[in-house]
């Protein structure tokens, strides 16, 4: 199922997906943005792209040049199985409207405010911790997931003086800074922290590209495309195929050993690669995951496929990828919101039931988040515009499951009538930092002294 086209999206935020795409040609520049947007982080990485000319395995490694050259089957095939903490990052793109997510449906000014936009009582289940907000009625998996303690709320979340621009917020919060100058993201100093030189997939988006959050200084990380991690040989399949691998492995083996260093080199990639073929295939188009997930659709595949990953022990410490549907709604809003938010709230609670079947969901913490909120007024179009104070969720079976902030309410806007903020991001960070890898924050969060750290982990 492909996504709908995106037709409500303003101007500035298409120049940031532009610069983004960047990424995909690392150093070899970036499409003109405007004066005084921040690079991407990872802008530049080397990157390298594993796997063969005569397969078809769509994985990236950015940091190539960190990559110990002999260890790259080995170290994933050493790191598997070692049951460590992970956590899984996704992106709602554009700024989510937070007032839709959880709505003050009883409240005189949200119903003037939203004339067209508002959800009226009755349509979606109170929220258990501040029965003034009820969850827009395709959000009723994380209702659910949330009475059943699995889901903590940051129902006004943001970050002090907040900009509205969509490429320096999204970056703030990738970097883990209000700095528009940092080029890793807080989940790839994470891993400079806790990696390896010789796994790659510690760090692994799923989109395609380098998610920038993931971007490192010392350690390799990788992107795919999909769950589909097969390799293959146009025209050839069956026993043949099995052969035709086998003899590349024999092969390789055997030049290793050779006494010509180009052999040597060509010899190790022939038999990593059948090596990785063998540790991938049970992530090709067949997976048969425990429980159902939405239809088709790259968003619940890539879920899906993340959970046979990690059901299988290989060492994925974190992994990010973009919720489906766009979120700069500034016209028509309701209908792309619906859409991709119900696709987004279907596959996060079959990913948590995946985790749960498989024995996994004490190992897994799921963050969905997004660079800003919307306002609290709709506009001409049926849309709403930038604003402030957005929501934020934690989910998985450890996530201690009670609100964090507060819902700030709309008889108190900011200087620019947007939602107040309750809870820094930055915060948030430290205390997964420290309550779930078991890290100091202030070695990857600048100036981590100065937050508070809320309960996050049961």
């Not at 040049?65 to 002999?70: C, E, S, T, V």
């Not at 989510?96 to 979606?124: E, F, H, M, T």
């Not at 997939?201 to 097969?230: E, N």
Request: glycine share 12%; with cysteine; charged share 20%.
């Amino acid at each position: 199922m492909s996504r709908p086209s995106r037709k409500t999206c303003c101007n500035e935020h298409t120049r940031a997906e532009l610069a983004r795409r960047g990424l995909a040609e690392a150093g070899k520049g970036l499409p003109a943005i405007e004066t005084g947007m921040p690079l991407p982080a990872g802008t530049g990485l080397s990157r390298r792209s594993f796997m063969a000319r005569a397969g078809a395995l769509a994985a990236t490694v950015y940091g190539a040049r960190l990559l110990d050259p002999g260890a790259y089957g080995e170290g994933i095939a050493r790191a598997a199985g070692a049951n460590s903490r992970v956590l899984v990052s996704i992106f709602f793109d554009g700024g989510i409207d937070a007032l839709s997510v959880l709505a003050p449906v009883n409240d005189p000014k949200y119903q003037s405010l939203r004339s067209s936009l508002r959800i009226d009582p009755g349509q979606g289940s109170p929220w258990t911790e501040d029965p003034r907000l009820h969850w827009h009625p395709v959000a009723e998996p994380l209702n659910e997931l949330h009475q059943e303690g699995k889901v903590t709320v940051f129902p006004a979340i943001g970050y002090s003086s907040p900009d509205q621009s969509h490429f320096t917020s999204r970056h703030y919060w990738e970097v883990g800074a209000l700095d528009p100058g940092t080029r890793t993201g807080w989940l790839g100093r994470l891993l400079d922290g806790v990696g390896s030189n010789d796994n790659p997939i510690q760090g692994l988006a799923l989109d395609g590209s380098l998610a920038p959050s993931l971007a490192t200084a010392k350690v390799p990380v990788a992107a795919m495309w999909g769950p589909s991690y097969d390799l293959w040989t146009p025209g050839v399949w069956g026993d043949v195929e099995a052969l035709m691998f086998d003899s590349y492995r024999r092969l390789g083996a055997k030049h290793e050993r050779s006494g010509d260093a180009g052999l040597r080199v060509a010899g190790r990639v022939a038999r990593q690669t059948s090596q990785l073929r063998k540790q991938m295939a049970p992530f090709s188009d067949q997976i048969s995951p425990p429980v159902p997930y939405p239809d088709d659709g790259h968003f619940p595949e890539s879920l899906a496929g993340l959970a046979a990953m990690l059901g299988a022990g290989l060492p994925i410490r974190c992994a990010a990828l973009s919720a489906p549907g766009g979120y700069d709604t500034h016209d028509n809003q309701e209908g792309e919101f619906r859409r991709g938010l119900k696709e987004t709230c279907d596959s996060v609670l079959a990913f948590q039931r995946d985790l749960e079947a498989r024995g996994l969901d004490d190992r897994v913490v799921t963050l969905l988040w997004s660079e800003f909120g919307r306002r609290p007024e709709e506009n001409g179009s049926a849309g709403t515009d930038h604003g402030a104070g957005g929501c934020a969720f934690l989910v998985g079976s450890k996530a201690r499951g009670k609100m964090v902030g507060e819902w700030t309410g709309l008889g108190k806007l900011d200087a620019d009538d947007n939602l107040r903020n309750s809870s820094d991001f930055r915060a948030v960070y430290c205390s997964l930092l420290e309550q779930w890898f078991g890290r100091d924050a202030a070695a990857v969060i600048p100036g981590a002294a100065g937050f508070g750290r809320p309960a996050l982990i049961a």
